[in-house]
């Protein structure tokens, strides 16, 4: 089974930047991508970014030009860098894998989740 740790959450000032990370460990057949999606209270969870195995991203519009998405292959990590944050970033973040369990199969795992929070 994947497991995904998440860790980088916290307290930030608006217009401020925050970075999360997260490690994907456990035996998988292949890694087709990984991605963020959050959830605010009383909404539902919203992608916010993925990337796929050649570094491939997409982005929600309302992240797009302060969020950057990055990959290390190697250790099947993904990182979230947040820039310029707004308060309504404040949400939990959750890390996502999309991959093969077999050569036919194919699952999502998710993580705990990482609490970001703009201050006031």
């Known amino acids: 089974q994947v497991q995904l740790m998440e860790s980088g959450g916290g307290l930030v000032q608006p217009g401020g930047s925050l970075r999360l990370s997260c490690a994907a460990s456990g035996s998988i057949f292949r890694v087709v991508a990984m991605g963020w999606y959050r959830q605010a209270p009383g909404k539902q969870r919203e992608l916010v970014a993925t990337?796929?195995?050649?570094?491939?991203?997409n982005y929600a519009d309302s992240v797009k030009g302060r969020f950057t998405i990055s990959r290390d292959n190697a250790e099947n990590t993904v990182y979230l860098r947040m820039n310029s944050l707004k308060p309504d970033d404040t949400a939990v973040y959750y890390c996502?894998?999309?991959?093969?369990?077999?050569?036919?199969?194919?699952?999502?795992?998710w993580g705990q989740g990482a609490q970001v929070t703009l201050s006031s």
């Open positions: 990337i796929n195995a050649g570094h491939a991203t």
């Open positions: 996502t894998l999309l991959g093969y369990t077999t050569v036919r199969e194919w699952a999502d795992y």
